[in-house]
């Protein structure tokens, strides 16, 4: 029996063991803010494109807040408990690097997540000041807050993409693939029981209708 099921599982294709890491709605607000942002960024200095610049300030906005509010009602591995989980480990991580023996995962889970927290923030501040500076609701100072907040932001999605990239490269795994498919390669448990499709699936929907409401509807 033992030789016969060895047979078969040498002649059956083999099928890579991977684990659910990320949920769908995590994955969709992470491509939406990204797309939302680089298009917010190109288009800030043109006249011709402010409709499209401030559709997309508004997304940021909207984003953001529910990123906010699903780190509080979301997934044990998306709450904001769990990145706070994780800066607790910052004391021991310097510790680590002052004897000479950094653990290369945990440094970038505390980079990833600062990274994090400090896109949002940065999202956060420059969408609400921008909704200032558009209904003109302050003074120039508000406007520099709005364009150095964004420039913040900007620096660390950098950041975040060469803590992606490099990591990929020293663990040889490709750890940009989990915010397409959700999952990685190896055995386990899934760390996200629930993909929550149908929550991604309105939140693309919402964010489609408002772009079509306030770019392509007809006045």
Not at 20 to 36: E, F, I, N
Not at 71 to 98: C, E, N, Q, V, Y
Not at 145 to 163: A, K, N, Q, T
């Amino acid at each position: 029996m033992n030789t016969a099921s060895a047979s078969r599982a040498e002649r059956s294709p083999a099928i890579p063991a991977s684990r659910r890491v990320v949920d769908a709605p995590t994955r969709v607000v992470h491509w939406v803010l990204a797309l939302s942002f680089i298009g917010a960024y190109l288009s800030g200095d043109s006249e011709r494109w402010r409709l499209l610049h401030v559709s997309l300030g508004y997304t940021i906005l909207g984003l953001v807040i529910h990123r906010v509010l699903w780190g509080l009602i979301g997934p044990r591995h998306t709450r904001l408990s769990a990145w706070a989980a994780k800066l607790r480990g910052t004391p021991d991580f310097l510790r680590s690097l002052r004897s000479g023996k950094p653990n290369p995962s945990a440094a970038q889970n505390l980079l990833n997540t600062l990274f994090a927290i400090l896109i949002l923030g940065f999202a956060l501040i420059a969408s609400i000041s921008g909704y200032a500076v558009y209904e003109e609701l302050g003074g120039d100072w508000l406007e520099e807050l709005h364009e150095l907040s964004s420039d913040g932001m900007l620096v660390m999605v950098l950041g975040h993409l060469l803590l992606i990239v490099t990591s990929s490269l020293l663990r040889r795994q490709n750890l940009a693939a989990r915010m397409f498919s959700g999952r990685l390669p190896g055995r386990g448990p899934d760390l996200i029981k629930r993909n929550h499709g149908a929550l991604a699936a309105l939140i693309l929907a919402v964010v489609l209708g408002f772009w079509f409401v306030q770019l392509l509807a007809p006045a």
